[in-house]
């Protein structure tokens, strides 16, 4: 019987590596992309044998007719460490189209994590202390073996989590050389047990006293194991231009890849610094490998700190562990409601988180148009209210960004979530639709696909996605997510 799993027939193919879109049929059998072809064939080659159309069955048939049909996407800015394990269907992804997240991101990761003691900002993001159960990646990856989610998901190591666990807490000084060593120690045993690289956070409290010589040691052990290095920058404000040199100092100096996260410009003051930025980081990738990822919107979100809150034209609060029914609202009105000041409020309901809004149109619509940025949603989804970025952020890129703006195509937006991702985080045989390749697929309406989560009302699913496919199997379908758990964990191996 020459029975197959899938064919995906009719629909517009954009391939993930930004080359133009043609039309054609996908087979899928287990979890691969085993045929593409157009309607022109009678008879197809799978594995070397030459089949006839006619004599093929399929268990499932699915028309794709004017929908686009791309790789799934890469979010590969993300805080899910936990979240694949508290909603395993992963919907806030799945329904936008994502089929594998970064975690560990911003210097915070759940694995290697090994400290029972006070956690300091903003590792709270990750969760309440019953989250920090990974002492190392391999108890990570067991977990989510045993229980997957719907996503694929893939792993940094945390440079905030290896200084508090080796300094004991005591992070507001330099780690001394024995403190390295041993940070060292537990990177390296990360990147073999499946880690794909260091993660920083240098703008926060947990990193922020971290010399430059720090961070280029540890980033030194990421290259025996073909590591990124991904850096939340020391400051993203009133020295973006410097942290920028720093970042391309610490990837040149450690001679390892190099991911700027969320690149931005926040602070009225400092809007339009990513001209310079920009040119600096094309500069730089003359020489090194550098890349950027973003996410679209000009507010930004994370906890509630003071030194965030002052350079910020507005500032929503958003959770308070503190305050346990606090309606999402202004600073301003809070402070007056608590009949204190503003410094006093943060001390007072902390930890807490808020949204920021902090960056200007001009700025964001030159970096997403930058050539090679990634998109990563930073979404953080342990707020009961959050960024509207969590839910929104592909089809935002996609029908706003692309479509109704018109910064670049459709074939350049996909090529941004999916095959540039895919090889600058060394995730292999995905990214793309080709044969021998994963089936993480997405179809969707090109006239219809938009963002629908607001400020207001995060919760909401986009529009124009219609079916998600991860490793070959449907993960959303109907508006609704099948909850199939079909993700797997990947570990990076190769790189171009
Ligand atoms: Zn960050
Ligand atoms: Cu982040």
């Keep these: 019987m020459n029975e197959f799993d899938y064919l995906i027939?009719?629909?517009?193919?954009?391939?993930?590596?930004?080359?133009?879109?043609?039309?054609?049929?996908?087979?899928?059998?287990?979890?691969?992309?085993?045929?593409?072809?157009?309607?022109?064939?009678t008879s197809i080659y799978i594995k070397n044998k030459n089949y006839n159309l006619a004599d093929l069955n399929f268990k499932n048939v699915i028309d794709a007719t004017s929908k686009i049909v791309s790789p799934g996407f890469i979010d590969v800015h993300t805080h899910d460490d936990q979240n694949i394990f508290v909603d395993r269907s992963m919907s806030c992804k799945i329904s936008q189209g994502v089929t594998t997240c970064i975690a560990g991101n911003c210097g915070i990761?759940?694995?290697?994590?090994?400290?029972?003691?006070?956690?300091?900002?903003p590792i709270p993001l990750l969760g309440d202390k019953n989250a920090y159960r990974f002492p190392n990646v391999k108890s990570y990856k067991n977990e989510f073996q045993k229980q997957p989610s719907s996503i694929n998901i893939s792993l940094l190591t945390g440079h905030s989590m290896l200084r508090v666990q080796v300094m004991n807490g005591e992070i507001n000084r330099g780690a001394t050389k024995d403190e390295i060593n041993k940070m060292k120690e537990i990177?390296?045993?990360?990147?073999?047990?499946?880690?794909?690289?260091?993660?920083?956070?240098?703008?926060?409290?947990?990193?922020?006293?971290?010399?430059?010589e720090e961070i280029i040691e540890l980033a030194k052990v990421l290259k025996k194991y073909n590591g990124i290095f991904t850096t939340h920058m020391r400051n993203e404000g009133d020295n973006l231009v410097e942290s920028v040199n720093e970042t391309i100092k610490i990837g040149k100096l450690a001679d390892v890849r190099t991911v700027i996260s969320h690149h931005k410009?926040?602070?009225?003051?400092?809007?339009?610094?990513?001209?310079?930025?920009?040119?600096?980081?094309?500069?730089a990738k003359k020489k090194q490998h550098l890349d950027l990822d973003c996410y679209p919107y000009t507010a930004s979100s994370t906890m509630l700190l003071k030194h965030f809150v002052e350079r910020a034209d507005k500032v929503l609060v958003t959770w308070s562990d503190k305050v346990a029914d606090l309606e999402v609202s202004d600073i301003d009105k809070l402070a007056k409601k608590f009949k204190c000041t503003i410094d006093e409020l943060v001390e007072k309901i902390y930890p807490a988180g808020?949204?920021?809004?902090?960056?200007?149109?001009?700025?964001l619509n030159r970096i997403i148009s930058f050539d090679g940025t990634m998109i990563g949603s930073d979404g953080l989804p342990g707020d009961k209210h959050p960024h509207p970025r969590l839910w929104g952020t592909f089809p935002r890129v996609l029908g706003k960004y692309s479509r109704e703006m018109k910064l670049?195509?459709?074939?350049?937006?996909?090529?941004?979530?999916t095959f540039k991702s895919a090889k600058t985080f060394g995730l292999e045989k995905?990214?793309?639709?080709?044969?021998?390749?994963?089936?993480?697929?997405?179809?969707?309406?090109?006239?219809?696909?938009?963002?629908?989560?607001?400020?207001?009302?995060?919760?909401?699913p986009a529009l124009g996605i219609d079916t998600v496919i991860n490793n070959g199997q449907i993960v959303w379908q109907s508006k609704k997510p099948t909850n199939i758990y079909s993700g797997v964990f990947l570990e990076g191996k190769s790189f171009s």
């Design 430 to 460: 995905r990214g793309l639709i080709k044969k021998g390749y994963f089936a993480d697929l997405v179809i969707f309406d090109p006239k219809k696909i938009i963002d629908k989560a607001t400020y207001e009302k995060p919760l909401t």
């Design 9 to 41: 027939k009719n629909g517009i193919i954009i391939d993930g590596s930004g080359n133009d879109r043609y039309e054609a049929n996908i087979v899928i059998n287990g979890n691969k992309i085993i045929s593409i072809f157009d309607n022109s064939k």
């Design 187 to 212: 990177l390296e045993n990360a990147l073999i047990e499946g880690s794909i690289g260091l993660s920083t956070g240098l703008a926060y409290p947990a990193a922020n006293d971290a010399p430059i």
């Design 265 to 283: 410009c926040a602070g009225r003051s400092n809007w339009g610094k990513s001209k310079e930025t920009l040119k600096l980081i094309k500069e």
């Design 109 to 121: 990761s759940l694995a290697p994590f090994d400290f029972s003691g006070n956690v300091p900002a």
């Design 354 to 363: 808020a949204i920021y809004f902090q960056m200007d149109d001009e700025d």
């Design 408 to 417: 670049f195509s459709l074939e350049e937006a996909i090529y941004k979530m």
